[in-house]
C-alpha cells in the first residue's frame, strides 16, 4: 500500500499524516533544511519513520538546526554528547556520518553555491545515477537513504500519487 493510500484510509499515525500533506516531496532548497533531511533519512536506516518523526525536533535541537558550519566543527565533545542523547538515534556510525557530511557539504558550498545547487547541477539523473553520485560524494549512503532523500525533496517522483490531494499541491510549486 502507498504512502498516500495508507493516510487516506486512515492506517498511519499523525505524524506520519503531518509529514504527508506537509513535507513529503515537497521542494527544499535551503541547505540546513535538505541537510537535516539527509540525516534524518540516514538515522531511519533499520528503524521505522515513524520512530525518526517521533524524534525530529530532538534531531535538530541536538544538531543545532542543521547549521552546516556548526555540525561541520563538531569534535569529541560533540560527539559524546550525541551519542548520549536520549532523543536521538545513538549509533557511533550515524553520528559519524552527519558530522562527515556536513564537512563534505562545505566544499560542495564553496563549489556549487549551497546543496541545492550541486542537487541541480547533476538533475536529471536516474535512481541508479544519483545513487553513485552520492556514493562518491557522501558517507552512510545506501540506495534506500538516497532514493528516500531525492523522492522526499522533490528530484525523484513518486512521493504522491496523482489521486492525493496534495499531488497537485506539490506540482504548482514545480519541484
Known sequence: MSYC?????GKTDPWNEEYHRTEYGFPLRDDAALFGRLVLEINQAGLSWLTI??????FFLAYHGFALD???AYGDEDRARLLSDAGIIRNRLKVEAAIT?????LVIRESHGGFANWLDAHHPRTKLEWMK????????TGGEIVNEFLVSTGYLPGAHEEDCDVYAEIRRLQP
Do not use: G, H, I
Not at 53 to 58: D, G, W, Y
Not at 101 to 105: D, I
Not at 133 to 140: A, D, E, N, Y
Open 101 to 105: 557530511n556536513a564537512q563534505r557539504l
Open 53 to 58: 518523526l517521533k524524534k525530529k525536533e530532538a
Open 5 to 9: 493510500a495508507a493516510v487516506r484510509l
Open 133 to 140: 553520485l552520492f556514493k562518491k560524494t557522501f558517507v552512510f
Open 70 to 72: 556548526r555540525v561541520a
